[in-house]
């Protein structure tokens, strides 16, 4: 039997951990978080945490960051209306008690108003201490243990974006039912191309035959998600491929540009600029600004800054140069990227010409920005002053 004194002392160490796990227990079964972190087996659609930064309010439950890439991601179609289709994208994670614990103590934790960074650090110190640090590291990364599986279905990315509806391309009829989508009459299942937003309000600029594919001089030549990188075209960093998007538009303000963003996602051969980006992307939301004396505060700021204004990897332009003991710099022994004067290779800005017309914009990938084998996936999302015009994915393939 243990003495007094020994069970102080087990008391002492078993109080706070009784504690935290009092405090997990409480929020995983708090009826404010239900919604958040569902059970093992359920088939859950656009369920979203609180709304702070990339990573952090999709796939609730899930082990890993968001929707990490240990999850099976599949796309499919349904039909809606007369003629056109939405897109459901699905991940299939693992997901453990941990797991749901620590979303649901993130979740309850920023709706509470306190700031992301203090939630991220209390729930992950709630959850190694509940669970160990070896399960919860191995869950920061997407790997288990699990306890089961949920489903995640999007056809949105985020509470308050639009959802998007597609067509089927010109050759192709539309097919209902349990494997809705497009097929044409030699049987070929073709993806749909994007149509409108048909929840966007009166006066927004609306687009018709939208086309994207492989480029021939200024137009698409062929509608296609898919575009082989050959280099056999010549962009001004090197061999390329050329590719865009064109169609017809109306209610247009030639004042105001067409605002694009793309977010991309490839294969573990580019896990380290990913890693990178991402991350960088997390920083904004786990931290204010750093003090005015904070040199090394100042200096993470600045490259969090750069890295999450940036597209992805290939497209952050950064630039270090040496100074000899004069001062003056060498830009012999410089080493990565400043091209503040070149073109992207998605515009991020496209002028309008007129209220209505037609438009093609042209994009671009270098070869050498794509491994041989890989597949890399981008998707564009476009708006005109303010309001959702389109949206597509182009999966570039070398």
């Not at 991940?91 to 920023?110: S, W």
């Not at 308050?160 to 049987?187: D, F, V």
Request: proline share 7%.
């Amino acid at each position: 039997m243990a003495s007094l004194k020994d069970n102080d002392h087990m008391n002492k160490l078993t109080l706070p951990l009784l504690a935290s796990l009092l405090a997990i227990l409480l929020l995983a079964g708090s009826p404010a978080t239900v919604e958040s972190a569902e059970k093992p087996g359920a088939i859950v659609r656009n369920a979203f945490g609180p709304e702070v930064g990339h990573l952090t309010n999709q796939c609730r439950g899930a082990c890993g960051a968001g929707c990490p890439d240990s999850c099976d991601k599949s796309v499919s179609y349904e039909c809606i209306d007369g003629a056109r289709l939405l897109r459901v994208v699905s991940y299939e994670c693992g997901t453990h008690e941990g797991c749901r614990a620590h979303d649901n103590c993130l979740d309850v934790c920023l709706k509470g108003g306190a700031g992301s960074g203090d939630c991220q650090s209390q729930c992950d110190a709630d959850a190694v201490q509940v669970f160990g640090p070896e399960k919860t590291i191995s869950w920061l990364g997407g790997g288990g243990p699990y306890d089961g599986k949920i489903i995640f279905e999007y056809t949105r990315d985020t509470s308050y974006e639009l959802e998007p509806a597609y067509h089927c391309p010109q050759g192709s009829n539309r097919r209902c039912g349990k494997s809705a989508g497009c097929e044409t009459t030699a049987g070929k299942w073709v993806e749909p191309v994007f149509d409108t937003y048909p929840q966007a309000g009166d006066g927004a600029m609306r687009i018709s035959d939208f086309r994207a594919g492989p480029a021939c001089a200024d137009k698409v030549c062929t509608q296609t998600a898919d575009i082989e990188i050959t280099g056999n075209d010549r962009c001004e960093d090197g061999p390329c491929t050329r590719f865009g998007m064109e169609f017809d538009y109306e209610g247009a303000n030639p004042a105001a540009p067409l605002e694009c963003s793309t977010s991309t996602s490839v294969g573990d051969s580019d896990f380290i600029g990913d890693l990178i980006k991402q991350g960088a992307d997390a920083m904004a939301t786990r931290s204010g600004e750093p003090k005015e004396d904070d040199g090394l505060g100042q200096l993470l700021s600045m490259f969090q800054k750069v890295v999450t204004s940036a597209d992805s990897p290939e497209d952050v332009q950064i630039k270090i140069t040496p100074f000899d003991e004069n001062g003056n710099p060498i830009e012999s022994q410089s080493i990565g990227n400043d091209l503040p004067g070149r073109s992207r290779p998605i515009p991020s800005s496209v002028d309008i010409p007129a209220a209505s017309g037609h438009l093609f914009v042209p994009m671009y990938e270098l070869t050498s920005a794509v491994k041989p084998g890989q597949t890399k996936e981008r998707r564009i999302r476009c708006t005109h002053q303010g309001n959702p015009v389109l949206e597509t994915v182009v999966r570039l393939r070398h």
